[in-house]
């Protein structure tokens, strides 16, 4: 079994207190235009092209790149996409993962914090 680090009660509650002033990490201008861009999914191409890549043994992939520069020069721009959208996911995961530790800080304070995550569990699994 994995050893637990614990902290001290009085540096958990310093952690806590710190967490507690942060101000706000979005204005709601900026929350919706986030999610605008979500809903545009101005990543499609890229997520499709990743997609149907992963569809073809590397040695078509390979071939066709190396005998071809007009599937060359398409499968440079797709490569520039899929990095651009991976950089765009990371960011969203950032995003989430704080978001994620916001909740789970204000949690920690109640008592019934173990219930409370059973009781989710419990309706995620039953939907």
Known sequence: MAKQNRI???KAMDL??????????????QMVEMEDVCRED????????????LTVPCA????????DRETASAMASVALAMHDYVEHLEAVKNIVVAAE?????ALCAREDMADLFAEAEQERAAS
């Open 16 to 29: 806590y207190a710190t967490a507690k002033a942060m101000p706000a990490a979005l204005t709601k201008e």
């Open 60 to 67: 078509g992939l390979f071939e066709s790149v190396e005998h």
């Open 101 to 105: 530790t916001r909740v789970r800080m």
């Open 8 to 10: 001290s009660d009085k």
């Open 42 to 53: 101005r990543n499609g191409l890229a997520r499709r092209a990743a997609l149907a890549t």
